[in-house]
């Protein structure tokens, strides 16, 4: 028997013969509070993995969806990410969740996620991509005592390279789209030649607008990457 992490109540583990076999961690969470997450399948946008099953065809444009059009149009950002894919949608209960884990600190929760972002992660990238996490500027990290996204980004088990800096602006989130796509660049890169030539895997819990990870993926080119993705835990 065990806790589950998020609604603390007794469950019983399940074990089976692969699970004996590869040494695979137990789930941390009971299926009931498993079962609240959306993952995200089926057919997705190329660019920045959205799924077309809960978009209307308006907003879709062969296999990219309306947004990433509108940043591929741009010539400032065409082809600034390459791909992002996303394990969760954004609903509800995924907001709670990350509430605990982001504001309110409660770090052992990214253990919860560490079995489904191995998995997404060997689906869709291999271990040759520099793994990158979104940083948090100073001011942030003080608030909240620790990264979010270099938490998830450790759960890999693989080279975490924190090569990024980030200024203290205005939240994003009080910014209509078209100031995020013309917003000051607040990522700054501490050494150039850790990133020239790499693929670039940047890590962060959240795909909303994809402001923040252009951001980062522009600078990173500038710098010299040869591409630059991302693996983000929830797709708002």
């Known amino acids: 028997?065990?806790?589950?992490?998020?609604?603390?109540?007794?469950?019983?583990?399940?074990?089976?013969?692969?699970?004996?076999?590869?040494?695979?961690?137990?789930?941390?969470?009971?299926?009931?509070?498993?079962?609240?997450?959306?993952?995200?399948?089926?057919?997705?946008?190329?660019?920045?993995?959205?799924?077309?099953?809960?978009?209307?065809?308006?907003?879709?444009?062969?296999?990219?969806?309306?947004?990433?059009?509108?940043?591929?149009?741009?010539?400032?950002?065409?082809?600034?990410?390459?791909?992002?894919?996303?394990?969760y949608l954004y609903n509800d209960y995924a907001k709670e969740v990350i509430s605990l884990y982001k504001f309110r600190g409660d770090y052992v929760l990214s253990t919860v996620f560490?079995?489904?972002?191995?998995?997404?992660?060997?689906?869709?990238?291999?271990?040759?991509?520099?793994?990158v996490p979104i940083p948090l500027s100073e001011e942030r990290l003080y608030e909240r005592g620790f990264n979010q996204a270099t938490a998830l980004?450790?759960?890999?088990?693989?080279?975490?390279?924190?090569?990024?800096?980030?200024?203290?602006?205005?939240?994003?989130s009080k910014k209509n789209r078209n100031e995020r796509m013309e917003s000051e660049n607040v990522f700054r890169l501490f050494d150039d030649t850790i990133v020239e030539e790499k693929d670039i895997l940047l890590i962060d819990d959240i795909y909303t607008t994809g402001t923040t990870l252009r951001h980062a993926g522009k600078m990173l080119l500038e710098n010299g990457a040869k591409t630059v993705s991302s693996l983000t835990l929830m797709r708002g």
């Open 1 to 87: 028997m065990s806790n589950c992490l998020l609604c603390h109540a007794y469950f019983e583990e399940v074990h089976s013969w692969g699970t004996l076999f590869t040494l695979k961690e137990p789930d941390p969470i009971c299926s009931t509070c498993s079962e609240k997450f959306e993952k995200i399948v089926g057919e997705l946008c190329t660019i920045c993995g959205r799924p077309f099953s809960a978009l209307s065809n308006e907003y879709r444009e062969g296999e990219m969806c309306y947004d990433c059009i509108r940043w591929e149009n741009a010539s400032e950002w065409q082809g600034v990410l390459t791909k992002n894919r996303s394990l």
């Open 114 to 131: 560490k079995t489904p972002l191995h998995q997404t992660f060997k689906t869709y990238f291999n271990s040759s991509y520099l793994i």
């Open 153 to 172: 980004a450790l759960l890999l088990d693989l080279p975490v390279h924190e090569v990024l800096s980030r200024t203290h602006l205005e939240k994003q």
